[in-house]
């Protein structure tokens, strides 16, 4: 299941939104810029579900360092 709170925030840095919960119907889309469509951000879960992954391993390994 997509986390669109995390794709809004990892790939459209600065736009403003308001979403609740993790339904994107209820996404507002308050930027100038284009709303994402649900399939853009759906799409684009994948990569940012294996980037918070790499974080956590990283974060991790640094404090067990």
Do not use: C, F
């Amino acid at each position: 299941m997509t986390d669109y709170a995390a794709v809004l925030t990892a790939n459209y840095p600065g736009s403003e939104w308001i979403m609740d919960g993790n339904d994107y119907s209820t996404l507002q889309w308050l930027s100038d810029t284009p709303k994402p469509t649900q399939a853009e951000l759906d799409a684009a879960w994948p990569e940012v579900e294996y980037s918070k992954q790499v974080a956590a391993v990283h974060e991790a390994r640094r404090i067990a360092y």
